[in-house]
């Protein structure tokens, strides 16, 4: 509580002083001050008088040090104190406030009883950490998730060319699929899933995160086109008919995270006591290890159902696991792709071809669901283009001494006559 002869006034009150002391001081108007410190002229007035019969003292709200009309009293105040250490305690200052309105029929701000908790040392403030992640139940059936990418490690410990591991892990069981590849692309992610699906089906979602090849990176704002933009691999799994989620952060996808801190701790040890050197022997080596691994680290899944789709005969999964583009077809019935130009001994019927760069280097061209028989040919040779001179270097060129432009230069005199160049 401040003593009486000490003014407590706040930044605006001592502005609000300076203009009323140069209004009462002939300095300025009343009207002048009044539009200063955008008040009414009765205000000022006000004011004006305040300051000359209180002095500095009159410029301060007159409610300051005094408490609030509106103030909880204290036999309120001990009543919820008492409430709270016998029936409430260890209860939040939130969840206590909501209680005590529903059962005691006290009103009462929860920040009001936070205020007071502290000061009685029955709640302390608490440091807000990071941010909790909720832990995430398995799915409950065998090829409901799946959740996929890829590892760059050292995985042969310097006896080789550092490797990719593509691995697989599914999200009820932890069965564990994997293969080493020499990058992490759209060509290794389809060959990779088209070896699971070989084994054991399609599975019903794919757990991915957002890197360019499964998430498209395109700038262009969605709205403006008919259709999401997708990545090919991700293109390529919507035609199968499988579900993709982008994992927004490397924790939420964290089984397939911990699979790899695993397997680069294992794996490489199992590799390093036999030698393996090259990529072909290391893929040899996880047909034999991940059997071995999943019977070991396999877990049951809550139910027993197997949701993966077996393919049909008549799917052919080169015909989605591959990287399309669409062409328009010339006049001449040609089409060009990475600076290569077809020609297409066929009638086609349509103006767009899709180009289809199969997994095993196989091109293969298609128009409205048919494939066409093409052929190779070298495309027109560019015309050469002479490098064109400037006006202003042209005018910089002096011939040489001897040439014949010199000849015709201006005669010079000789001897007291003019005697020509020549």
Known sequence: ??????????????????????????????????????????????????????????????????????????????????????????????????????????????????????????????????????????????????????????????????????????????????????????VPAMDSFKRYTIKYGLPQRMYLDKHSTYKSTSQVKEEELEEKPMSQFERALKELGVTVIHANSPQAKGRVERLFGTLQDRLVKEMMLRGIETKDEANDFLKHYLPIYNKRFRVPASKNADLHVAVRKEIKLDDYLCIKTNRVLRNDNTVSLHGRLFQIEEPVGATHVEMQERLNGRLVLKAEGRSLKYSEIKPAPKPIRRPTVSRARRATVSPEPTHPWRRWQTPKLKNNRWACAY
């Open 1 to 186: 509580m401040p003593r009486k002869d000490i003014i407590t006034m706040s930044i605006g009150e001592v502005k609000r002083l300076k203009v009323v002391a140069e209004a009462i001081a002939g300095q300025i108007t009343q009207q002048h001050a009044a539009e200063i410190l955008s008040l009414s002229e009765r205000q000022v007035r006000r004011l004006v008088r305040a300051v000359r019969s209180e002095g500095e003292r009159g410029i301060a709200h007159k409610a300051r040090g005094k408490p609030s009309n509106r103030q909880i009293t204290a036999k309120v105040k001990d009543s919820v104190i008492a409430a709270y250490k016998g029936t409430y305690l260890g209860f939040g200052p939130t969840l206590a406030a909501e209680k005590l309105q529903e059962r005691e029929g006290i009103w009462l701000s929860k920040e009001t009883l936070r205020k007071w908790l502290l000061e009685e040392g029955l709640w302390s403030r608490r440091r807000k950490g990071s941010t909790h992640r909720r832990h995430r139940e398995r799915k409950e059936c065998f090829g409901e998730m799946v959740q996929m990418d890829g590892s760059h490690h050292n995985w042969l410990d310097n006896r080789g060319p550092e490797l990719v591991l593509m691995g697989y892990i599914d999200d009820a069981t932890g069965n564990v699929f994997g293969r080493f590849y020499d990058y992490e692309g759209t």
